[in-house]
């Protein structure tokens, strides 16, 4: 028979076991939850201003910045890292409170696209980016009613159809769907029709922007669609001559790259890392310039880089693809910039971004936001045909003003400045973006409208 001072006994026991696990399970779930937020971090989207260095913060006296949000720091690469704030911050009033209406278009023309990953992060993808984060600025610049707006903006994903051949982005189709795009706002709403369109804006990402073909000698004889050459048009072509794929009322804007991708790459380059290679480039170097097309591929500026430097232990070029390229930029001293096809390159952003001095290699090419980034003092330009002379141009800029160049390539504001984050920031693209719209309210229907009232 069990006695009561027994029965006492287990039930003590009992507790000690039940509290005992509890304990455990408590402290186990401390550490899993420790471990997940520890792990979503290391995932955020970085801000660009996340490569400053600690210690020589530049500012561009030209931005006002609103210090506003928590700053987290970790030294990868001697930079601070500083993520961005969960709510977008953008003031209207900076942008003589501009207002933009975001068509809510049928998911045929955009997120359908967003089913192949490819489609948000290639280099063509600014299209999504920008898409994204005017639609996070509600309540802000962005209006929901239509009546209220100065431009409107029409979502249409042009660059995400991917060839099954060699898997390039295949925009055949683009001029269709643009066209459709628009016969369904004209007909739904009178906004369109109410301007013909001179307040409308789209994106174009790609080779010739709005003109939508991949290969110049097309792009140029095709032009840029009739139905849009009222619009306004956000494109990473652009030239400082006199262009028919620029006949039209257009913003240069930069290729997309991945913040994300930028700051992993960032965060496994070691602090104290050299920049060991002098000079870097990776791509596409044809040994004979001349295509299966029959057109000159890079005008033969790369094949001459190719023959003329590949066996230069000066030169570290690449034909190949690399997935780790960006680490590679991350340690060279000066990045090459060539055309390809049209004369942007994504290569101009990521050496930004990553502190390699850009070459470029493109004769009258238009860069993004030049009043946002003064592109003399952070880069170098080489002529085509000199080329045949890259060498020794380097090594004179090494001697003389290379550290000045490296410094201003510090700012973070310039590294802002070219970078698209789905949670816009302070003086990031698609601030740039907007900054340039606002002076552009001269063709907003409703400020001519208010003007005669």
Not at 27 to 36: A, D, N
Not at 97 to 109: A, E, R
Not at 281 to 293: L, Q, V, W, Y
């Amino acid at each position: 028979m069990i006695t009561h001072k027994q029965r006492r006994t287990e039930k003590g026991l009992c507790f000690k076991h039940y509290f005992k696990w509890i304990l455990c399970f408590s402290f186990t779930l401390y550490c899993l939850v420790s471990f997940l937020v520890d792990h979503d971090q290391e995932d955020l989207p970085l801000s660009p201003s996340s490569f400053s260095r600690p210690n020589t913060f530049l500012t561009n006296p030209k931005t006002k910045f609103i210090a506003s949000h928590a700053v987290f720091e970790s030294k990868i690469h001697d930079h601070a890292l500083i993520f961005p704030p969960q709510r977008p911050n953008i003031r209207t009033d900076v942008f003589n409170n501009l207002k933009i209406y975001v068509y809510d278009l049928p998911s045929k023309f955009n997120t359908d696209w967003l089913a192949n990953n490819r489609c948000s992060n290639h280099l063509f993808a600014a299209e999504v980016a920008l898409h994204k984060a005017l639609l996070s600025l509600e309540g802000d610049v962005r209006t929901e009613d239509p009546h209220e707006a100065d431009f409107f903006f029409v979502p249409v994903y042009v660059s995400c159809n991917f060839s099954t051949v060699n898997g390039f982005p295949a925009i055949g189709h683009a001029r269709s769907l643009i066209k459709e795009a628009i016969e369904l706002v004209s007909a739904q709403y009178p906004f369109w029709n109410r301007t013909s369109g001179s307040d409308h804006v789209f994106t174009a990402t790609h080779d010739f922007g709005s003109c939508f073909h991949t290969m110049e000698d097309r792009a140029i004889a095709d032009g840029v669609p009739r139905i849009l050459r009222n619009s306004i048009v956000l494109q990473t072509f652009g030239v400082t001559f006199k262009h028919p794929c620029q006949e039209v009322e257009n913003v240069v804007i930069p290729p997309y790259i991945s913040p994300v991708s930028l700051h992993k790459t960032q965060k496994n380059i070691p602090v104290t890392k050299e920049r060991d290679i002098k000079v870097f480039f990776r791509g596409k170097m044809e040994f004979h310039p001349k295509n299966i097309s029959g057109r000159f591929y890079s005008k033969r500026v790369r094949t001459e880089i190719w023959r003329s430097y590949s066996s230069d232990r000066r030169f570290y070029l690449q034909r190949q693809r690399f997935a780790g390229y960006q680490s590679e930029i991350a340690r060279s001293v000066f990045c090459l910039c060539p055309l390809g096809w049209a004369p942007w390159s994504p290569r101009l952003v990521e050496s930004v971004a990553l502190g390699c001095v850009p070459v470029i290699i493109a004769d009258g090419i238009r860069l993004p936001f030049p009043s946002a980034v003064r592109w003399p003092d952070i880069s170098l330009t080489v002529a085509e045909r000199d080329v045949g002379k890259l060498g020794e141009i380097l090594e004179h800029v090494a001697e003389t003003n290379l550290s000045v160049i490296q410094k201003n390539l510090e700012d973070p504001s310039v590294k802002r400045a070219l970078l698209f984050n789905v949670l816009p920031q302070e003086g990031d693209a698609t601030w740039q973006v907007l900054e340039a719209l606002s002076k552009k309210l001269h063709r907003s229907a409703i400020r001519r409208s208010n003007a005669f009232l």
